[in-house]
């Protein structure tokens, strides 16, 4: 929801990337972008950025991102956000990918 909330113009982006043994679930947007100094602090309880108006426009409780990083340590997986002033932001999460083999060989149920 916060890509939705801080793209005023542009677009959001939901996919997803096959890697070797993993597969990322990726977000990009076109908001206005997260400065490098900020970019840890995002991710702990209660910190609010600035919304699309200011601080003052921000109707997040500062709890979204916390939660992720939380149930991304629990799950022991990885999680990342790339992010530039003026161009927009990327967050992912990187889970493991299914094994194809077992797939094939369980067949229907």
């Known amino acids: 929801s916060n890509a939705f909330r801080y793209t005023q113009h542009g677009r959001v982006l ?3 990337r096959r890697h070797r043994h993993s597969v990322s679930i990726e977000v990009w947007d076109t908001g206005p972008g997260i ?5 840890d602090a995002i991710f702990k309880t209660f910190y609010r950025g600035a919304g ?3 601080p003052a426009d921000n109707e997040g409780l500062g709890l979204g991102l916390a939660t992720v ?3 991304a340590s629990l799950l022991s997986l990885a999680i990342a956000v ?3 002033v003026g161009q927009g932001s990327m967050f992912s999460v990187e889970v493991p990918a299914p ?5 094939r060989s369980s067949g229907p149920s």
């Open 14 to 16: 939901l996919g997803c």
């Open 35 to 39: 400065p490098r100094s900020e970019q």
């Open 52 to 54: 699309p108006g200011g």
């Open 69 to 71: 990083r939380r149930l």
């Open 82 to 84: 790339r992010s530039e």
């Open 99 to 103: 094994d194809r083999r077992a797939q």
